[in-house]
């Protein structure tokens, strides 16, 4: 079945980085973008970026931009988030998420079951 | 950036009601918006594209309508499996750059 699979749960210090990855399965990886977003505990959802899996071309949200970079590894079909400088405000579940698209509209329809990274001195 | 307002905050519906949720947008999106469901400790869950489209599998009690600034979720007969948080997002642009996701509205049991 179509699936997305996020790698474990990661603590961090402040200034650290991390990379959380998301394993696609059951599709055609380079098929269908790839849209990260993350939620802060009792929070709601914010999209951080977008990532073609077929040309690495990626789009962050400005509120992200410099921090975080998004790649991936074709052979693998998995794709990546690092997201650097952390502070404590970056403590949050990191959701990957599969972008379809049909006659002009957009959703994401597969995701993830979500990373959390926690982030402490 | 196009700010998504979503109201109310919380709704208290009894099983078997109408509930209609608001989403507001701060400048035209056009039908570029879609909704999603979320339960506790899951990932969420495609309802609506295109403002107004049911995903694949979504209930025929779960209807989106609206147009430019102006968006409803309306779910005709409230189950005890539609109690959870709904989010709107908007995708006004393509590729991507700046979506953006309401701050959710809770829908409760009364």
């Known amino acids: 079945q179509v699936q997305l699979v996020q790698s474990g749960a990661e603590v961090k210090k402040p200034g650290a980085s991390v990379k959380v990855s998301c394993k696609a399965s059951?599709?055609?990886?380079?098929?269908?973008?790839i849209n990260w977003v993350r939620q802060a505990t009792g929070q709601g959802l914010e999209w951080m970026g977008w990532?073609?899996?077929?040309?690495?071309?990626?789009g962050y949200a400005q509120k992200f931009q410099g921090r975080v970079t998004m790649t991936r590894n074709t052979s693998i079909s998995t794709a990546y988030m690092e997201l650097s400088s952390l502070r404590s405000e970056d403590t949050a579940v990191y959701y990957c998420?599969?972008?379809?698209?049909?006659?002009?509209?957009?959703?994401?329809?597969?995701w993830g079951q979500g990373t959390t990274v926690t982030v402490s001195s | 950036e196009i700010v998504m307002t979503q109201s109310p905050a919380t709704l208290s519906v009894s099983p078997g009601e109408r509930a209609t949720l608001s989403c507001r947008a701060s400048?035209?999106?056009?039908?570029?918006l879609a909704w999603y469901q979320q339960k506790p400790g899951q990932a969420p869950r495609l309802l609506i594209y295109?403002?107004?489209t049911r995903a694949t599998g979504i209930p025929a009690r779960f209807s989106g309508s609206g147009s430019g600034t102006e968006f409803t979720l309306t779910i005709s007969s409230l189950q005890s499996e539609d109690f959870a948080v709904y989010y709107c997002?908007?995708?006004?642009?393509?590729?991507?750059?700046?979506?953006?996701f309401g701050q959710g509205t809770k829908v409760e049991i009364k």
């Open positions: 998420a599969r972008v379809v698209f049909w006659s002009g509209s957009y959703g994401m329809d597969v």
């Open positions: 997002q908007q995708y006004n642009n393509w590729p991507p750059r700046g979506w953006t």
């Open positions: 295109g403002a107004s």
């Open positions: 059951g599709y055609t990886f380079t098929s269908y973008d």
């Open positions: 990532m073609n899996p077929n040309s690495g071309n990626t």
């Open positions: 400048q035209s999106v056009s039908s570029n």
